[in-house]
């Protein structure tokens, strides 16, 4: 076996297709050991979103107005006859949104640490102002004939994702009066997502604006940390938002995108402006304070819900996106793996063409493997160093291993240095393609092409029938009988 594969080129090649594939084993060995280092640093994060804080949500401020709507109601007996008039009645809330509300914030970047995984946290410094118009009391729809409404004090009502990230109590003002904010908002159904929240009932001077029908202005200055990803949900008829930070690589995202924004190296700046005729936040919002309408039907089929249910209403974001990923920058790179090892081998075959000279398979098994360990190597330092230090560093250290692993095999250091100078552009335009992530697929293409009519033009004179034919044994001596 062995003789033929060093007599027969035909033979060779198909070794070499065949080692190709035994070296992907290793190669997928390595993108396993990345998918559960991804895996972990999820997990860091999931971690300090359930210790600290998680991603925030921010909805508000808004005005729920409970209120006890009561009739009467028929009283009969057993033969339906009817014997008299009972009292009934429900408490309910009305709610009503801003007029206008803006956002004018800034989110300082931070990062935090769960072992060797750092995690992008923010805090948001915001004020929030706008208004509440006059209140009209034929608005509110009566659900029973003949009921009468009776308004209780309103409450200005907040909530974000994940109140633990509230740096301090928010200073609410409305009407020009300091409100003070209490746990909780009372009067929602238990499986309200907004119940969880805080609330302040109107003073004595903003209940009176509110008695006389008159608009009711607020401002609402707010600190509040967060992982990773702001979101903000336009409630109001006229929604505006204004933040800025000094995080260069942000990601907008969410129903609503940035109407101006502007990213530099020194961070970024944008506007949002959404209008309630292009969004169902609203919907959404009134849906949560009813208690989602779907409690009916979930008893209807034996699923009891308890406790506050997920919530996701229509808003738009803002994330603190990572510059580079190393897990999924290190992923890519072994993508290109058996490619990788591919022309590698390839130019070893060429040397062994060209130069006449005879290369083991366990000589190509080392070198495949070299490269194979390279990504290894790669994902290690990258959990260490910048990205483009621990690439370099890999590199470097596969290329110095080949260079001085060929320069003993083909018996020349101008060889080895050869050879070495051909897998550093490797690595080089490996690079390119992980850097350039919107042109990989042309870069990739365009580096495969090359190689390929660099290979051809190499052997188009070669008689492949020649040197895959053995040599012939030489004629047997005449033996003289005498």
């Given at each position: 076996m062995l003789q033929l594969l060093k007599d027969s080129m035909l033979a060779k090649v198909g070794g070499l297709l065949l080692l190709v594939l035994l070296l992907c084993i290793p190669l997928a060995e390595i993108d396993r050991i990345n998918n559960e280092r991804g895996d972990s640093q999820r997990e860091a994060a999931a971690e300090l979103a359930a210790t600290y804080a998680g991603p925030q949500t921010v909805v508000g401020p808004l005005l729920l107005v409970p209120y006890v709507e009561r009739w009467m109601e028929p009283l009969r007996d057993a033969q339906g006859k009817v014997i008299g008039q009972e009292a009934r009645s429900k408490e309910m809330a009305h709610v009503v949104f801003p007029d206008k509300l803006h956002i004018e914030g800034s989110m300082t970047p931070q990062q935090r640490y769960r072992g060797i995984f750092k995690i992008p946290f923010y805090t948001l410094d915001a004020t929030l102002?706008?208004?509440?118009?006059?209140?009209?009391?034929?608005?509110?729809?009566?659900?029973?004939?003949?009921?009468?409404?009776?308004?209780?004090?309103?409450?200005?009502?907040?909530?974000?994702?994940?109140?633990?990230?509230?740096?301090?109590?928010?200073?609410?003002?409305?009407?020009?009066?300091?409100?003070?904010?209490?746990?909780?908002?009372?009067g929602l159904p238990d499986d309200s997502w907004f119940a969880n929240?805080?609330?302040?009932?109107?003073?004595?001077?903003?209940?009176?604006?509110?008695?006389?029908?008159?608009?009711l202005p607020f401002e609402m200055k707010l600190s509040l940390v967060g992982q990773d990803t702001l979101s903000m949900v336009p409630i109001a008829e006229e929604t505006s938002a204004h933040l800025k930070s000094p995080w260069a690589h942000p990601s907008f995202g969410g129903r609503?995108?940035?109407?101006?924004?502007?990213?530099?190296?020194?961070?970024f700046d944008a506007h949002w402006r959404v209008s309630s005729l292009v969004s169902s936040a609203r919907e959404q919002v009134r849906a949560d304070l009813a208690g989602r309408g779907d409690v009916a039907a979930a008893s209807a089929n034996g699923n009891v819900r308890a406790g506050p249910q997920p919530f996701n209403p229509q808003s738009f974001d803002v994330s603190l996106a990572q510059p580079i990923n190393v897990y999924s920058m290190s992923t890519r790179a072994g993508k290109y793996g058996a490619l990788f090892i591919g022309l590698v081998l390839m130019a070893a075959f060429m040397f062994e063409l060209f130069r006449k000279l005879r290369l083991h398979?366990?000589?190509?098994?080392?070198?495949?493997?070299?490269?194979?360990?390279?990504f290894l190597l790669l994902?290690?330092?990258?959990?260490?160093?910048?990205?483009?230090l621990a690439y370099a560093g890999a590199a470097g250290a596969?290329?110095?291993?080949?260079?001085?692993?060929?320069?003993?095999?083909l018996g020349s250091w101008k060889r080895g240095a050869g050879f070495a100078a051909f897998v550093a552009v490797l690595y080089g335009a490996l690079y390119g393609l992980l850097a350039s992530e919107s042109?990989?697929?042309?870069?990739?293409?365009?580096?495969?092409?090359?190689?390929?009519?660099?290979?051809?033009?190499?052997?188009?004179?070669?008689?492949?029938?020649?040197?895959?034919?053995?040599?012939?044994?030489?004629?047997?001596?005449?033996?003289?009988?005498?």
């Open positions: 102002s706008g208004g509440f118009a006059a209140f009209d009391p034929e608005a509110v729809a009566h659900s029973e004939p003949d009921s009468k409404i009776e308004f209780k004090t309103p409450l200005v009502a907040f909530n974000v994702s994940d109140l633990r990230g509230l740096d301090g109590s928010p200073a609410l003002t409305v009407n020009g009066a300091e409100l003070r904010l209490r746990q909780r908002v009372p929240g805080i609330h302040a009932p109107l003073g004595a001077a903003a209940l009176a604006a509110w008695q006389t029908r008159a608009p609503f995108l940035a109407a101006q924004r502007e990213v530099t190296p020194q961070g398979p366990v000589q190509y098994g080392l070198v495949g493997l070299s490269i194979a360990i390279f994902l290690a330092l990258s959990e260490k160093l910048a990205f483009w596969s290329v110095l291993l080949l260079g001085i692993y060929f320069a003993a095999v042109n990989a697929l042309l870069l990739g293409a365009l580096l495969i092409f090359g190689m390929l009519s660099a290979l051809m033009l190499m052997t188009r004179k070669v008689d492949w029938y020649a040197l895959s034919r053995r040599p012939e044994a030489a004629p047997a001596a005449l033996v003289d009988p005498t």
